[in-house]
């Protein structure tokens, strides 16, 4: 059996197997759930599969499952006996799971040689969005550019080609090609989630409220499962938040998002949670508890607080419940860092928030007029961290006047 995105055989004596894997590859790219029984199936009918040992791999790492070193081994070793291009995607997967900086160059070149292996470019272009620096927006849009004439009908490139061009600065076509994504596969959780992102872009909550909840009435049973489920609740209570439906979106957020309740790995879960404590401060004044799990999620983080998108978020919940401590710590463990770019970046970012939580408004409207818009950029994530920037200092600005 061949893969039907890039034409190549698949090295399996069974069908079943190259079947299970195709589909667990479609359901890894849709954020959806059971990717990982079907791999797991995959390789009780064919243990040589190098693919499938791969692909185990990649979910193993992304989950902290203490089995990923020995599917990593199993995967290299089966690579051995499978097709050239096989065991170049496992030596590609593994290194740029393994260290993807030390990896971008070797990635970015496989890519640009095999614009059909949406696994890889999928991982490549998650990682330069969150680590890509200023020119992020244009060099996943160049790497998923170059893809389009192999895969203009494939639905999980689709998906991923709206949300870049939105990220660079077109929303309305960004949200044509989502939404051609989503006819192609409805149940894509990936899909819905970045189409959330490109209604929040429009600034259009309202609809974002419906769609997701329609999405939701649907597909929720084989949603719940997936990476990205907690996280296309945070849209959700967002797009309730932003309508006026405070005490619903608060509901919302602590059933699903909450680190207490959420599904998402850490990243996101800081992110989440960030976002929301610190839109909310921002918006009504109002300090929340600084629970436990939310008092571990930022303590996970400290070893991190030199990139700018971990520090932005721990600020946040840090001002947010009132922890004037917390953003002292944060303020002294960067000052400790090498100095470089980032670093810099991250403690102003560190110190506009501090200013802001102890009412010197002037002062962390100042320091946030000063960050560019590359600067904006090179934060991390998506719009919806510069959207949160630009927030920041509106709010400083109206309180300094």
Known sequence: MNNPRTGMALTTDSEQAAQDYLDAVDRILGSESGARELLDRALEQDPNFALAWVARYMLAKDGNDPAAEDFRVKAQAQAEQ??????????????????????LQQTEAYVAANPADLLIISQLSGYLIFYGGPEKLTRVLNILKASEETLADDWAFLARLGFAISEAGDPAQGRKIQERALQLRPQ?????????????????????????????????????????????????????????????????????????????????????????????????????????????????FEGMLAHPFIALHIAGIHAATGNLSGLESCEALIRGKDVNSNRDLALLLVEAVSHFARSDFQQAAQLLGGISSAQRIGVGGSRVERMLIDLLEEKARERAA
């Open 82 to 103: 499978a097709a050239p291009w096989e065991q170049v995607h496992t030596e590609v997967l593994i290194g740029l799971l393994a260290d993807p900086y030390g990896n």
């Open 188 to 300: 894509s959780l990936y899909t819905i989630h970045g189409y959330a992102h490109i209604l929040h872009d429009l600034g259009v909550p309202d609809e974002a409220e419906t769609l997701i909840h329609s999405w939701l009435d649907l597909h929720k049973t084989t949603a719940e499962g997936g990476a990205l489920y907690g996280h296309l609740q945070w849209h959700l209570a967002l797009a309730e938040w932003q309508v006026g439906k405070r005490d619903e979106a608060w509901e919302r957020y602590q059933r699903y998002c909450a680190p207490e309740t959420t599904t998402c790995g850490p990243v996101l879960t800081l992110a989440d949670c960030g976002g929301f404590l610190l839109r909310d401060y921002l918006k009504t004044g109002k300090t929340s508890a600084l629970t436990p799990a939310v008092k571990e999620l930022t303590a996970r």
